[in-house]
């Protein structure tokens, strides 16, 4: 499934949710390399210095010290991360109308409430990660 090989930022508080989609992205076939990041600063500062493009970016929504729409807001206003068109995907147990209104003004490529049943998950992703493997992008 994966011809895209930039790797997953996972930007999520709760360490046993980041194994479980860890485990769960494996089992879909994903082989990227999986970067962990507790709150949305830790994700935006690896994303100012980085050099490899990530193929994905799959963030909570409320999380400790920059929650994942303040992040949103961040990747946009700078010309150098915009431009790269990562997928920006909302992956939360959060979904109230205004919070997913607010993140589709953010112009995020999708917004999916987490379920808590495994194959569910899997499910999402193996749909988030087909779609996004096979969509012709920028390059830079």
């Known amino acids: 499934m994966n011809n895209t090989s930039g790797p997953i930022l996972l930007i999520d508080d709760d360490l046993e949710e980041q194994e479980m989609l860890e485990t769960a ?3 879909i076939g994903m082989d990227n390399k999986i970067l962990f990041f507790k709150n949305g600063l830790e994700a935006m500062d ?3 210095s980085a050099t490899e493009k990530p193929f994905l970016i799959l963030c909570d929504m409320n999380m400790p010290v920059m929650d994942g729409l303040t992040l949103r807001d961040n990747i946009n206003s700078n010309d150098i991360l915009r431009k790269k068109s990562i997928p920006f995907i909302f992956y939360s147990t959060t979904a109230r109308p205004e919070e997913v209104e607010k993140a589709y003004e953010l112009a995020v490529q999708g917004f999916f409430e987490k379920h808590f049943a495994y194959q569910e998950m899997c499910n ?3 749909r988030i990660c087909g779609y996004w ?3 012709i992008r920028p390059t830079d």
Do not use: G, K, Y
Request: hydrophobic share 40%; aromatic share 8%; proline share 0%.
């Open 124 to 126: 999402d992703l193996r």
């Open 46 to 48: 690896h994303l100012l």
């Open 25 to 27: 992205f494996r089992e």
């Open 133 to 135: 493997a096979s969509c």
